[in-house]
């Protein structure tokens, strides 16, 4: 595709409930990455593939927190048993990996947890 | 581990003018690139600004451009003939070159543009 793509564009939810976020790379860019962030704030590094492995998760808050990869495709993050303190909007980033530094990100998912 | 730090957590300029924005980081690693990202009210992050450190010329991209000092390791960002469209998070950014390394990001300078 053109760009990076998110689903859903927002998210509501009831505290307790599992939620899945949606992440479509660019075509052809190894490198995803997945952030944070909450109101006014800055980005905070959840976890980053390259392929479908994840040779760095440090940044995943709890293990409520899980992503997953498929190929060199479509990523998921998944929270299960949200807390209020999980509402954020959340990131997707991709880059070609070695190619180009630069990441391009996605316009997020804003997750509400109510 | 690197750092990536924006002193100015908020600002506030009148169209037209010219504003400087700051950034600092740390590395003990020679090879790196920088980047500057611009975050609108539309949330959307896009790619202001790139320099390569092993680059002495600053980088320019239209009214933005950049004073990066590699012994002060300060990487600032201005932009020049400011526009309301300016108004937005912006974030001073840091990756490792040849490294199966993530961005470092800083914490974001808020800008307001005012009419």
């Known amino acids: 595709g053109a760009g990076v793509s998110q689903s859903p564009s927002n998210k509501v939810t009831e505290k307790g409930k599992d939620v899945e976020l949606r992440c479509d790379p660019i075509?052809?860019?190894?490198?995803l990455y997945w952030y944070r962030q909450r109101l006014g704030q800055g980005l905070e590094f959840l976890i980053y593939?390259?392929?479908?492995?994840?040779?760095?998760k440090s940044g995943l808050p709890s293990d409520r927190f899980s992503a997953e990869r498929t190929g060199e495709s479509v990523s998921t993050l998944t929270i299960q048993r949200t807390q209020q303190e999980d509402s954020a909007v959340y990131l997707c980033?991709?880059?070609?990996?070695?190619?180009?530094?630069?990441?391009?990100f996605g316009p997020g998912t804003r997750l509400t947890v109510t | 581990a690197q750092t990536v730090t924006q002193s100015q957590p908020e600002m506030s300029v009148q169209e037209a003018e010219t504003v400087t924005l700051s950034c600092t980081y740390d590395?003990?690693?020679?090879?790196?690139?920088l980047f500057w990202y611009k975050q609108p009210p539309s949330r959307q992050m896009i790619l202001v600004i790139r320099?390569?450190?092993?680059?002495?010329q600053n980088a320019t991209e239209n009214r933005f451009s950049v004073n990066f000092q590699k012994a002060a390791k300060s990487f600032s960002l201005k932009i020049s003939d400011s526009q309301l469209g300016d108004t937005a998070m912006y974030f001073c950014?840091?990756?490792?070159?040849?490294?199966?390394?993530?961005?470092?990001f800083g914490k974001g300078t808020r800008l307001h543009i005012l009419p």
């Open positions: 980033a991709s880059r070609q990996y070695y190619a180009s530094y630069e990441q391009y």
């Open positions: 075509s052809g860019h190894t490198a």
């Open positions: 593939f390259q392929g479908n492995s994840a040779p760095d």
């Open positions: 590395t003990s690693e020679s090879n790196y690139y």
């Open positions: 320099q390569e450190a092993y680059k002495q």
């Open positions: 950014a840091f990756v490792l070159m040849n490294r199966d390394d993530k961005i470092i």
